[in-house]
């Protein structure tokens, strides 16, 4: 049987419609199979889906005015689109943070989890929760038997590599026990860290805050972005890597994108 290649990329836009000066080249050239993408910050009657038409690439999306919003485009046809969470909790905001469908075969959850405020602020046990309905979605939809990619901005440095200056950062949201346990608990049910099959160094970083001057040269970052694959799928990963360039670039997004390839 002939092998195919399979690449995916995830990349919080930080509002789309301001980063499509960056994200359309890079899908030019770099001609992902998917890209995930968060934070896109528009209403979906202003998405600006012609942008994608152009280079050929499908795109469904799911957004709010001036808040979160998620999207999915692909080379590929695009099947069995769903938003938000399958359970009685379900909200309009759930919906414009979590988008899934399935291309080429393959299930994709795109989640743009909630980066939580303060550990004393009801949002950090909302994010909490969000990891357990995360993980009671897998259960009742997916199988950890076969291929399921989870991508998107989950808004968790899961280990001390994973962010500058840790013994700083014990009480961020983003890095805290409780947070880093939560996500854990979701990848127990039978994910694997792709980037971290490839790339066991520290200071590989996806965010990069816009308020630390020189941030990127200064090595002061977060890897709070994630490609997660079930054991099939992760067994035939060939590549995982972070493009740094796009931080770099004019105007840029807070975040860079993460790309992982497969043989399939």
Same mark, same amino acid.
């Given at each position: 049987?002939?092998?195919?290649?399979?690449?995916?990329?995830?990349f919080?836009?930080?509002?789309?419609?301001?980063?499509l000066?960056?994200?359309?080249?890079?899908?030019?050239?770099n001609s992902?199979?998917?890209?995930?993408m968060?934070?896109?910050?528009?209403?979906?009657?202003?998405f600006?889906?012609?942008?994608?038409?152009?280079i050929k690439y499908?795109?469904?999306?799911?957004?709010?005015?001036?808040?979160?919003?998620?999207?999915? @485009?692909? &080379?590929?046809?695009? +099947?069995?689109?769903?938003? =938000? #969470?399958? /359970?009685?909790?379900?909200?309009?905001?759930? !919906?414009?943070?979590?988008?899934?469908?399935?291309?080429?075969?393959?299930?994709?959850?795109?989640?743009?989890?909630?980066q939580?405020?303060?550990?004393?602020?009801?949002?950090?046990?909302?994010?909490?929760?969000?990891?357990?309905?995360l993980?009671?979605?897998?259960?009742?939809?997916?199988?950890?038997?076969?291929?399921?990619?989870?991508?998107g901005?989950?808004?968790?440095?899961?280990?001390?590599?994973?962010?500058?200056?840790?013994?700083?950062?014990?009480?961020h949201v983003?890095?805290?026990?409780? @947070?880093? &346990?939560?996500?854990? +608990?979701?990848?127990?049910? =039978? #994910?694997? /860290?792709?980037?971290r099959?490839?790339?066991? !160094?520290?200071?590989?970083?996806?965010?990069?805050d816009?308020?630390?001057?020189?941030?990127?040269?200064?090595?002061?970052?977060?890897r709070?972005?994630?490609?997660?694959?079930?054991?099939?799928?992760?067994?035939?990963?060939?590549?995982?890597y972070?493009?740094?360039?796009s931080?770099?670039?004019?105007?840029?997004?807070?975040?860079?994108?993460?790309?992982?390839?497969?043989?399939?």
């Amino acid at each position: 049987m002939k092998t195919n290649n399979f690449s995916i990329a995830t990349f919080n836009v930080n509002s789309i419609r301001s980063r499509l000066h960056i994200l359309i080249p890079w899908l030019e050239e770099n001609s992902v199979d998917v890209l995930c993408m968060q934070e896109t910050r528009v209403q979906d009657e202003n998405f600006p889906k012609e942008a994608f038409d152009k280079i050929k690439y499908n795109v469904v999306y799911k957004g709010q005015k001036s808040y979160n919003g998620v999207s999915i @485009a692909s &080379k590929h046809e695009i +099947n069995d689109t769903a938003v =938000g #969470f399958d /359970d009685l909790e379900n909200s309009p905001e759930d !919906e414009a943070r979590l988008i899934r469908c399935i291309v080429r075969d393959i299930p994709i959850v795109n989640s743009y989890v909630p980066q939580g405020r303060a550990l004393d602020h009801m949002y950090f046990q909302v994010k909490l929760r969000w990891f357990e309905r995360l993980k009671d979605l897998f259960e009742r939809n997916y199988s950890a038997y076969e291929p399921l990619l989870w991508c998107g901005d989950l808004n968790v440095a899961p280990d001390s590599r994973d962010v500058y200056a840790p013994d700083n950062h014990e009480d961020h949201v983003c890095f805290h026990e409780d @947070a880093r &346990k939560a996500l854990e +608990n979701v990848k127990s049910w =039978g #994910f694997i /860290d792709v980037f971290r099959k490839f790339n066991m !160094e520290p200071e590989q970083y996806t965010f990069y805050d816009y308020r630390i001057p020189n941030a990127v040269k200064r090595h002061l970052g977060w890897r709070i972005d994630h490609i997660l694959a079930t054991v099939p799928l992760a067994r035939r990963a060939e590549k995982a890597y972070i493009d740094i360039s796009s931080r770099l670039a004019q105007k840029p997004s807070d975040h860079t994108f993460l790309v992982a390839e497969f043989v399939l």
